[in-house]
């Protein structure tokens, strides 16, 4: 059973950068042909995906957000962090961390979601 958790603050000032890590039980982050995502929901919009880690550390990045997205992991405490730079209103949503194989399955396990503000 794989479990995932966020962490990190509720809110963030516009300009300054976002930083969220997932915590991963039941599975390591580096298990043949997993990925490990991040994404997001705007408040009355869709799911976003913003990026993904694979258990071989490439990373996968949306282009839609211009490069202010960064992944990268620590294998020795099973995390992945998010950091978005630069943020704006616009970044305002539930953040999410979900696992997916290499196989077309979809995202299996999801965290439960953190609430992200950015607001002066």
């Known amino acids: 059973q794989v479990h995932l958790q966020e962490s990190g603050p509720g809110l963030v000032k516009p300009s300054q950068t976002l930083s969220l890590t997932c915590t991963v039980s039941?599975?390591?982050?580096?298990?043949?042909?997993?990925?490990w995502n991040w994404i997001r929901q705007p408040p009355g919009k869709g799911l976003e995906w913003i990026g993904s880690i694979a258990y071989s550390a490439a990373t996968y990045y949306n282009p839609s957000l211009k490069g202010r997205i960064s992944i990268s992991r620590d294998t020795s405490k099973n995390q992945f962090t998010l950091e978005v730079t630069a943020v704006t209103p616009e970044d305002t949503a539930v953040y999410y961390c979900?696992?997916?194989?290499?196989?077309?399955?979809?995202?299996?396990?999801w965290g439960q979601g953190t609430q992200v503000t950015v607001s002066s």
């Open positions: 039941g599975e390591p982050i580096t298990r043949n042909y997993y990925y």
């Open positions: 979900a696992s997916a194989d290499g196989y077309g399955s979809g995202f299996a396990y």
